[in-house]
């Protein structure tokens, strides 16, 4: 396939699933006309900023900042207005604090694809990552409901996509990048404080970067080989063979293939990194704090930290006892225990949901909505598989063998693209997972969506290396994991939109008792 042609698929691959995304998050999005898990919080404080109602979160300002302008802007609309509740404090359709959100979540595949093209260059991996995440439900309940786990993922991962395309162009563009990409990581921590982490991967991937660069060009030596092959006229008798050029042309016309964006990270000069990842992250989220502290003065800027810091000290411990879905951080990866965001019965399809009464109290309602945040499984349980095999490839690359081989262990032995790509997928995945290790309060499954979206990518990584192996074994399994994938999305979906499920309908897909 021409180079061409592999475009325009993958465009059009690309237009599809935003197309799914979008499609599927705002089909039916003011079904339920009432308040859903935790929009008991976040829509009414959104309505509190338009009411300039004074209160206290336990979490910086933006998402409920996003949720707010979505509310502003609805009133101006024409329609979405038939269905209307007042739980918000105010008479407010469903579709008013609900639609911006679906608007941003069906985003996260592209930006997902975006930073897998980034990475390697490679349309069929960034095309798998995006459909990969699109075919995720964890992600599609929580940009369908007045909600702001996703908002950290979306400036986390925009923050890093920007990063990536700062490094592939040149100075005068690669500062307004920089700029965005800073920008980007302070509105991740100003939705909730975990939204750093994206920031702490990328840390330690540049540290990483930085160091095996330097290291490499302060031990290299300066044999002839090593000065021809950074002459720019240097051409290997690889490239000559692989040529069809003839010795009457010059060899410098014959193109090298330009580094990747990640293997210019460790480009980054400290003074750089201090500034655009470090200084523009703070005053962004400092920034943030401005309309919320005006309109809620009996707290400083330092104080409300404080009281945050008070608040998420007194949740408690990850027990059943503090709240009956806490899930530590090791039951995540496995999806051990998801959240039921909404459950209720009715006597028959036709009856409206929600409904108050009996029938909801004594559960006997012979047709059940249910909305899980539940991730699909086959997709969760395949990611985590390719992230241990990631690590286990990197281990046994940069450590075990050098060492078997009682060669001097160096940042740069056996140092490719493809253990590049592993290891930023891995580290980012660490930093987005282990510093909930140390938490003691009650946490939650929506809290592993920072970490599980590399695990995705680790996946397509490993699937598209399938798909272009030249083994019909590996190509066979990468499109049964895919299958699987595609299928689980499309067996889970009635409990990602709350769709009508028989009791055996419903047992059906709850295959643990602790899903539910």
């Known amino acids: 396939m021409t180079q061409k042609k592999a475009f325009s698929w993958f465009k059009i691959g690309m237009v599809g699933v935003f197309l799914l995304s979008i499609a599927l998050r705002f089909w039916g999005l ?7 898990f935790d929009e008991v919080y976040y829509a009414k404080f959104a309505q509190n900023y338009l009411s300039q ?17 979505g509310m502003w802007l609805s009133s101006y609309f024409p ?53 990969f995440t699109a075919c995720d439900g964890i992600f599609l309940v929580e940009s369908r409901y007045a909600l702001i786990n996703q908002y950290i993922v979306i400036f986390g991962l925009l923050g890093q996509w920007l990063l990536l395309l700062a490094l592939k162009n040149t100075k005068k563009q690669r500062r307004s990048y920089l700029i965005l990409s800073g920008i980007s990581f302070g509105a991740a921590i100003a939705t909730k404080w975990n939204g750093l982490f994206f920031l702490i991967g990328i840390y330690f991937s540049w540290m990483l970067a930085w160091l095996k660069q330097n290291f490499a060009t302060n031990n290299a030596v300066a044999s002839p080989r090593n000065i021809l092959e950074n002459s720019s006229n240097y051409v290997s008798i690889q490239e000559l063979r692989q040529s069809t050029a003839t010795l009457a042309v010059p060899q410098k016309t014959i193109a090298k293939p330009s580094l990747l964006p990640l293997q210019k990270l460790g480009q980054l000069k400290i003074f750089t990194a201090a500034f655009y990842l470090g200084i523009i992250p703070v005053i962004t989220y400092s920034l943030t704090w401005i309309p919320h502290l005006l309109q809620n003065p009996k707290y400083g800027f330092i104080e409300v930290h404080q009281q945050i810091l008070s608040f998420h000290g007194r949740l408690g411990g990850n027990t059943s006892n503090v709240h009956p879905y806490c899930a530590a951080w090791y039951k995540w990866p496995l999806l051990s225990r998801p959240i039921a965001y909404f459950y209720q019965t009715a006597s028959n399809t036709n009856e409206t949901v929600p409904i108050t009464g009996p029938s909801v109290a004594s559960n006997t309602g012979k047709v059940i909505y249910d909305v899980h945040a539940m991730g699909n499984p086959f997709l969760w349980w395949f990611s985590f598989t390719a992230i241990l095999l990631l690590l286990i490839a990197v281990l046994l690359r940069q450590i075990i063998i050098p060492l078997v081989q009682q060669k001097r262990l160096s940042f740069n032995s056996s140092f490719s693209i493809d ?11 660490a930093a987005n997972l282990l510093p909930w290790v140390g938490v003691n309060r009650c946490v939650f499954i929506y809290h592993y969506m920072t970490a599980v979206i590399f695990a995705f990518m680790a996946l397509a990584w490993l699937i598209d290396k399938c798909f272009r192996s030249s083994h019909i074994e590996l190509r066979s399994f990468g499109f049964a994991v895919t299958f699987l994938i595609l299928f689980g999305f499309i067996f889970w979906m009635p409990i990602y939109l709350g769709l009508p499920l028989s009791a055996d309908a419903y047992k059906l897909r709850m295959w643990f008792s602790s899903w539910i």
């Open 53 to 69: 109602t004074s209160f206290f979160d336990g979490h910086p300002p933006l998402g409920k900042y996003i949720i707010a302008i």
């Open 419 to 429: 253990t590049g790509i592993s290891l930023y997928l891995v580290i980012n995945y």
């Open 30 to 36: 003011g079904r339920f006309n009432t308040l859903v």
């Open 79 to 131: 329609f979405w207005q038939d269905t209307v509740n007042i739980l918000t404090g105010v008479a407010r359709s469903p579709w008013s604090y609900r639609w911006i959100n679906a608007l941003f979540g069906a985003f996260i595949p592209l930006i997902v694809a975006g930073i897998a093209y980034q990475l390697s260059y490679r349309r069929s991996f960034a095309f798998l990552a995006g459909l």
